[in-house]
């Protein structure tokens, strides 16, 4: 039976959706896209600036939403195959002419050519969806027939997240406040179990989550909460930074170099740290602000929280640990959602992995990025799934990421 709107339009559900919700999910996508963009035009504008129209910025984002959804779905003669579709499918050319050079991601050339201003990218993203949603309406209503459609759902989101990013980057004044962190909870013991971590057949499926498998997890111990700025003061007050010990080797290499430049002496944005009452200053969307110590660290590195941990007696958790404890224990008080979390282990297949049609998406990142799980105060409803593998390179900060860790 379809998913109903309420149960799926805003939820991980929607990867069972059928056309009615996913019609109403991909206008809420792009909707969300275009106000991030107006948002970010304005904030441009009181700066008597023009949108940055460089590949990865807020403009470049917003049309590569809509380049992908016509790139997979509106230009895509084997749509109908679903994951079966090949990587390299017959295309038709796009409605706008420059689209795989403006807009296109690496793999197909991305901004050959300047790329275009806002009005011009707002254009093309309002034709575009209103030809997805007119060929939607004739789908097959199975999961290969509405495959591409939650595909280009999920990739909007995450690129609307990306945006927001890129606006904190730009020093863009945007009205987006990070949720609270509750109190602090002691530490979690989780049982010994057979844990299955892996997706099943059905719905939508990112090609890294297949398939379901089972790990033997021995008992361990986890934080409820992620390491607040509190903790973290206190690594750096203990001269964390200037202590090789407490780095991975690659990372402590990381930090040396930045030495050549400003030098690194707290994770990305933050202009105060540490000393007398032990304050954080973090620039926030082009404002400093002042944070509480009990907030969730943000902006940090794998080698700043693998550092941390390092210095603390502890580790980063597995990311199978991580899942068993958001599924288990969150009656328990396990809380996540204010900050993606970084884990112990390096992107790889599980068993049972094939890449799919979109095959840049994680296969080139296998045994690269480091894994990502959770969400963060800017992450869609839809992909706030505690099952969902991100990742992203070990010296990403851009993304609004934290950590947590387990006993040694």
Not at 8 to 34: E, F, I, K
Not at 79 to 99: D, H, K
Not at 230 to 248: I, K, L, T
Not at 384 to 391: I, L, P, S
Request: with cysteine.
């Amino acid at each position: 039976m379809p998913a109903r709107a309420g149960d799926a339009l805003h939820t991980p559900a929607v990867r069972h959706a059928g056309p009615d919700v996913l019609s109403l999910a991909l206008m809420d996508a792009r909707n969300r896209v275009l106000q991030w963009l107006a948002l970010c035009e304005t904030a441009a504008t009181a700066r008597g600036e023009a949108l940055t129209a460089t590949p990865g910025d807020v403009l470049w984002l917003a049309g590569h939403a809509g380049w992908f959804a016509e790139f997979w779905i509106g230009r895509n003669t084997q749509r109908y195959q679903g994951p079966a579709c090949p990587a390299r499918p017959l295309r038709l050319a796009s409605t706008e002419a420059c689209a795989d050079d403006w807009w296109g991601d690496t793999a197909h050339g991305a901004a050959r050519r300047p790329l275009p201003d806002a009005a011009t990218t707002r254009a093309f993203l309002l034709e575009q969806l209103e030809s997805t949603l007119e060929l939607l309406g004739k789908a097959p209503q199975d999961d290969a027939g509405l495959y591409f459609y939650r595909l280009a759902l999920l990739h909007e989101d995450l690129r609307s997240e990306d945006m927001l990013a890129q606006a904190q980057r730009c020093g863009m004044h945007v009205p987006f406040a990070a949720r609270e962190q509750g109190r602090s909870l002691p530490a979690l013991s989780i049982p010994g179990t057979r844990w299955s971590p892996g997706a099943v057949p059905g719905g939508f499926v990112f090609d890294n989550e297949q398939w379901r498998h089972e790990v033997e997890l021995p008992e361990f111990e986890i934080d409820a909460q992620p390491v607040s700025w509190a903790q973290f003061v206190e690594f750096v007050d203990d001269g964390g930074y200037d202590r090789p010990q407490c780095w991975h080797p690659e990372g402590w290499a990381w930090l040396q170099q930045l030495a050549q430049g400003d030098g690194r002496r707290g994770p990305r944005y933050v202009e105060q740290i540490g000393g007398a009452g032990g304050a954080v200053l973090q620039q926030r969307f082009g404002r400093p602000v002042r944070l509480a110590g009990h907030q969730s660290a943000m902006h940090v590195t794998w080698w700043e929280a693998d550092a941390w941990c390092r210095w603390a007696g502890r580790r980063l958790p597995a990311e199978v640990e991580w899942e068993c404890a958001a599924v288990t224990a969150a009656r328990r008080g396990f809380d996540w959602g204010q900050v993606h979390e970084w884990t112990a282990g390096t992107l790889r297949p599980w068993p049972g992995f094939s890449p799919g049609p979109w095959a840049d998406y994680s296969q080139p990142w296998f045994g690269r990025a480091r894994v990502l799980r959770g969400a963060s105060f800017a992450t869609r409803g839809r992909l706030r799934d505690a099952r969902f593998r991100g990742f992203a390179d070990p010296a990403d900060d851009l993304r609004f990421v934290g950590f947590r860790s387990c006993a040694a």
